[in-house]
């Protein structure tokens, strides 16, 4: 698909990882929509940087695991646009999650925005998609897709589910709406990481070191772009699904 002059909404779209996919959809030409829960100055900062690049933006906030909410955040961009032709998923929440446990708050908060937000949004986005007969979501997975992680059991399973759908999406709206995800490694440090740890997670790459969130955006915007690709996943990790392979076999 060709990004100039396209509509684009990224769900948590106004910092980190998200911001960089914004900016990397404008670069391109897109006139990009950034949603946002509770990052309100974050996402008008980012709206003056997409508009600096010569393209229009609009920040619209929306809880999207609540579907009154993702109804809402639709009409109003279908009130000042043509509706959306990208979609990027990228809402995440990263709370902790062991089991077993008798406190279900977190599994629904990050469930709920991982699966059902997904779900939601590309369900709203398909109509104006296949009216166009031409669309494009890029859903944003990570390795626990493919290994469990310790204490995130909420957050395997919905980046999970989000794979799942990736394929599903693809499946009933093809041909006219391609659906992809990318997997990013470590590309940007939590906060709270040490400078300790921030160097023990390079060494587990193959390339032993961090890659950054334009390379995320990159990956994004070939899905975009490749018209022949549906379906699938990219990893962007620097070869870390497999760097615990270095030391030895077994």
């Known amino acids: 698909m060709e990004m100039e002059g396209k509509t684009a909404l990224i769900t948590g779209g106004a910092q980190r990882v998200g911001k960089a996919i914004t900016l990397g959809l ?25 508009e600096a690049l010569g393209v229009s933006g609009l920040a ?6 609540d579907w009154e909410q993702v109804q809402r955040m639709f009409e109003e961009i279908n009130r000042k ?42 369900n709203l986005a398909a109509f104006s998609m296949l009216e166009k007969k031409e669309g494009a979501i890029v859903n944003i997975v990570d390795l626990s897709v493919w290994e469990a992680w ?3 059991s909420a957050h395997a399973v919905g980046k999970s589910g989000l794979m799942a759908l990736t394929r599903q999406f693809a499946l009933d709206l093809a041909p006219y709406v391609r659906v992809n995800a990318v997997c990013p490694g470590p590309v940007l440090p939590p906060t709270h990481y040490s400078p300790e740890k921030i160097k023990r997670t390079a060494g587990k790459t193959l390339l032993h070191r961090w890659g950054s969130p334009e390379d995320i955006s990159k990956a994004v915007n070939f899905l975009i772009d490749a018209d022949y690709i549906t379906g699938e996943v990219i990893i962007v990790d620097g070869g870390q699904r497999f760097g615990h392979r270095q030391l030895e076999e077994g």
Do not use: M
Request: hydrophobic letters at 40%; one cysteine or more; a negative charge.
């Open 26 to 50: 404008a670069r391109a030409g897109a006139n990009v929509i950034v949603n946002y829960n509770r990052s309100a100055d974050e996402a008008e900062q980012t709206i003056r940087e997409v």
């Open 81 to 122: 646009t043509n509706g959306v032709d990208i979609l990027v998923n990228n809402s995440s929440l990263f709370l902790t999650t062991p089991v077993p446990t008798t406190n279900l708050e977190n599994w629904h908060k990050v469930t709920s925005v991982l699966i059902d937000g997904a779900f939601y949004c590309s």
């Open 60 to 65: 619209v906030q929306a809880d999207v695991s």
């Open 150 to 152: 310790p204490k995130f």
